[in-house]
């Protein structure tokens, strides 16, 4: 159930990681209120099960590669004409750009078990930094061009996926949350950027939610909640884990032209008060 209705008859939604958990009821929500949905992601079997479900547009794409964009792009406006919302959603860590430890201690350095700051390999620091922040920045310069050169431009946005990290940087993924704190600042850069042409640029910032990417750090092989996960629960006022739908009043509102439409340059967080928490 949508927590309100919005009118989206006739717009074209463009999702990058549209296979995802979260990207799949961004997906569900804006079909359901009349939008068309083409659905971008790298497995293109992971697109196709949720396009399927909600009558949408399925297609592979690579978001590091603009030569992929461009033929996405290509797909989608013969098949539904120029983008209207554009959500960059594709993004993710890597367990090579992971720590061991929350905290340095100087025996850990050089031990061929476990893993330091110091042992974070470029490349995987660029693998995580791109498919975060290149990749919408990619994105946008494909799709976004369509949008300004539209009559309607007053009436499309940019929603990017921003993060906990980007306020506060949490301990064991430095590559994570440099790329997602770029991704809020790209955020503001695009805003002002494309204020003139109309199109309005936001981002969400969602707290702790339970996806395939992170259910193994969060849950143990019984089903009860790590180390981490605790931690996590502890700094959340609201003591659990946010679901997926409540993420799509935030996402609504900012789709909605008529909801907000002075509204731009903002990172809005739907955590359960935990960048509001200090703690004490």
């Given amino acids: 159930m949508l927590p309100f209705k919005i009118d989206l ?6 999702i990058t990681g549209g296979g995802g958990v979260l990207c799949s009821e961004f997906a569900r929500a804006l079909a359901e209120c009349g939008a068309n ?6 497995k293109l079997e992971n697109a196709h ?5 909600i009558g949408g547009l399925a297609v592979q794409a690579d978001v590091l590669s603009r030569e992929s964009l461009e033929k996405a792009r290509n797909i989608i406006v013969d098949k539904y004409g120029a983008c209207d919302i554009l959500i960059n959603g594709a993004g993710g860590n890597s367990p090579k750009c992971t720590v061991t430890e929350e905290y340095l201690n100087p025996e850990d350095i050089g031990k061929p078990e476990g893993m330091t700051f110091f042992d974070v390999l470029p490349e995987n620091l660029r693998f995580v ?16 061009k369509d949008m300004a050169l539209s009559k309607n431009a007053a009436e499309t946005c940019v929603i990017n ?5 980007a306020f506060t940087p949490l301990t064991k993924i430095p590559a994570y949350s440099a790329a997602k704190s770029a991704v809020s600042n790209f955020t503001q850069w ?15 910032a969602p707290g702790f939610f ?6 193994a750090l969060l849950f143990n092989s019984d089903g009860t909640p790590t180390k981490r996960a605790n931690k996590i629960l502890a700094a959340t006022p609201m ?18 032209y008529e909801a907000s439409s002075f509204v731009n340059g903002i990172v809005v967080p739907v955590d359960g008060g935990f960048s509001a928490y200090s703690g004490v």
């Fill in 9 to 14: 008859t006739g717009k074209t939604a463009v």
């Fill in 37 to 42: 949905i083409a659905l971008l992601d790298i």
């Fill in 49 to 53: 099960a949720v396009a399927d479900k």
């Fill in 129 to 144: 930094f791109d498919i975060n922040f290149t990749g919408a920045f990619l994105t946008t310069q494909v799709f976004a």
């Fill in 161 to 165: 996926i921003s993060s906990m990290n």
């Fill in 190 to 204: 695009l805003a002002v950027y494309f204020s003139k042409v109309g199109i309005r640029v936001n981002a969400i």
């Fill in 210 to 215: 339970v996806s395939e990417q992170n259910r």
């Fill in 239 to 256: 003591g659990r884990f946010g679901e997926p739908q409540e993420l799509l009043g935030a996402l609504l509102w900012l789709c909605s």
